[in-house]
């Protein structure tokens, strides 16, 4: 099969949600693939807010259904993919959010056996990047990781610093958010407010000084790593998320990244998030096992990198690109869509949004 | 040309001047413009044209003696000066690098 073939395939994509400060990468990749050579998949947008933007902007999504939020349990998910593929004959899922993940890890035979096909990394993959394993991926990959524990209650903040936790600390979740806090009283309020967000437990991992710099690819699950795209953040959200970025080359990042995927056999997108220090000293923060919403600038640099993620899936061979394009940059922006209330009260009572 | 003495010759003293690492040299991006690029690490900066002249000497591998030379040859420009320039210019374009910009 070539990449002309894929014509026609409908593809499924989570993480539709957009807010400016911390954007999901559904969107991102829904027009990394409109964009492809893939021109005429139907991509449908899947979420769980009905003000989450991908089920109302045509260009991007084709149409896009409401999924049952995470606490609902993954029969739930289930039982509403099916439905939605009665419907679309899904033939590709892409999930992106980390959230998720391992609902979909775990459910991945069920739905291949109805026809829908993923490349997701295995359970025990997915527990390499849990907070906790840090330092022991770090050493795969041949770098350090600030020390991280996890905590269930502020007490912890008390007498920290007589234990060699001295701050400034970053206060994480166990999923997503974080927060840089200078005394207890800051980390106590940032405890709760990302505790009462994710879960317990929280996590501390000890301040890293330096600059952040990003790498996403795709894990072929043989222990090779295609098609790297690496960023250094140039601007970012309240979040730390970036709002700007330049795409760099790094040797000593990129391989780094090789050994880690060579070691544990990735599979499946992948962004590994490193803090370089004044002395040029990687340090790793975290793994994600999924695209990240800057996945955009993969396709500005001309490493389209949800089309490898196709012809993996898809058995099909994987494009030869270029070097990807350094000095390239990408600037986020807020932009409003005007919808009918027609539209959005098609996907709040009936779960789904106008096919386009 | 020069406008360099005898005399101004004898106070050279590049010996303490560190240069940046030339394989973060020879990566750079440099325009026209005197914008410069650092594909390696993101970071971007602009240079006027004096220091556009000593970091192209500097990326072919020039010594800072040499690049002096060639500032004094291409400006008229004291030789006392054109040595300030080309310490103080090499000072900063490490801590650019580094991304510590002053």
Known sequence: MNINELTGLTIAITGMNAKPDNP??????ARCLKESRITKCKIIGLSYDALDPGFYLSEYCNTGYL????????NALLDRITEIHASENIDIIIPCLDSELPSFVRLSHLLNEMGILSFLPSAEQLRFRNKDRLKEVAGYAGIKTPDITSITSTSFFENCEDNDWGFPL???GIFYGAKVVYTATDAATAFNQIASEWGLPVLIQ??????????TAVGDGKGNLLNSVMMKKLAVTDK???WAGVCIYDQNLLNAAEALAKTIKWR????????KNDNGDFQLIEINPRFPA?????KGVGRNLPETLIQLITDTPISDFTEAEVGKIFIRYAEETIIDISDFEKIVMQGNAIQQ | MSNSTTSDNENISFSKVSLPKSDVLKRLAISESGFIFDPGTGYSFSVNETGLNILRGLQKGKQPD????????EYQVSFREAERDVIEYIGLLRKQLEGNPE
């Open chain 1, 24 to 29: 999901g990468p559904g969107l991102a990749v």
């Open chain 1, 67 to 74: 999924l049952p939020y995470p606490s609902a349990g993954e």
């Open chain 1, 170 to 172: 970053v206060v994480k």
């Open chain 1, 206 to 215: 000890k301040f890293t000084k330096g600059e952040e710099y990003n790498l």
């Open chain 1, 240 to 242: 730390g998320k970036a």
């Open chain 1, 268 to 275: 499946g997108p992948l962004e590994f998030e490193v803090m």
């Open chain 1, 294 to 298: 800057w996945i955009y600038l993969s």
């Open chain 2, 66 to 73: 040499n690049i002096l030379e060639d500032l004094l040859t």
